[in-house]
């Protein structure tokens, strides 16, 4: 495996990370970059008994204040477990020093097919096609079913009213910040996501 497949994280002290979590391991892991995705870098950690998790954390470089929150991320996923809402279970979190340097979020392996790419998507038959036009909406509508506070989700709604003059959901002043924050940010060369110059305050 290449250095350049595992950019951003220590493989050596991941993987002592990991042993630690799950002491049943057999042998080495193996580390590769998966996904199209730039929002958070994915990785896909392997066993030699062919067990697989997946590992997340924030894109590389500085970051704005509340962007990339993978620890919010895991903390959703796992109030979300055991809700109707189809989501991996999480393993682990960890911010340790000494293993990373942004947090890092383990969990299951999911297996399944990945519509990332049109020549995926041109491959699946009709079939296919209507189980995902079907299983979308009704996956949306458990989303919007859950009861935030039962799952120890309430913070994260806002409970303020809507201002006058603006749109329900308190878009108006998401685009306000948005608006705001634009002039700060920037593509790195090397196409990950938008990085600050500033805190982002």
């Excluded at 960890?94 to 383990?106: Q, R």
């Amino acid at each position: 495996m290449s250095e350049a497949a595992v950019v951003g994280i220590d493989t050596d002290a991941v993987t002592a990370w990991v042993a630690g979590i799950m002491p049943e391991l057999t042998g080495p892991l193996t580390f590769e970059r998966i996904g199209l995705g730039q929002s958070n870098l994915t990785y896909l950690i392997g066993e030699a008994s062919g067990r697989r998790w997946v590992l997340r954390r924030p894109p590389l470089g500085t970051l704005l204040a509340s962007a990339h929150d993978v620890a919010r991320e895991a903390r959703i996923l796992s109030a979300l477990e055991h809700s109707a809402v189809p989501v991996p279970r999480v393993l682990a979190v960890t911010d340790d020093p000494s293993v990373t340097d942004a947090p890092l979020v383990l969990m299951e392996f999911v297996d399944g097919l990945v519509v990332d790419r049109m020549t995926v998507a041109e491959e699946l038959t009709p079939g296919h096609r209507r189980a995902i036009g079907i299983r979308l909406p009704r996956t949306l509508a458990a989303i919007h079913a859950v009861d935030l506070a039962e799952v120890g989700l309430a913070d994260l709604a806002s409970h303020k009213p809507t201002p006058s003059g603006s749109s329900p959901g308190g878009r108006g002043s998401g685009n306000a910040r948005r608006r705001e924050r634009y002039p700060i940010s920037t593509t790195s060369p090397d196409g990950c996501p938008p990085t600050s110059r500033s805190s982002g305050k």
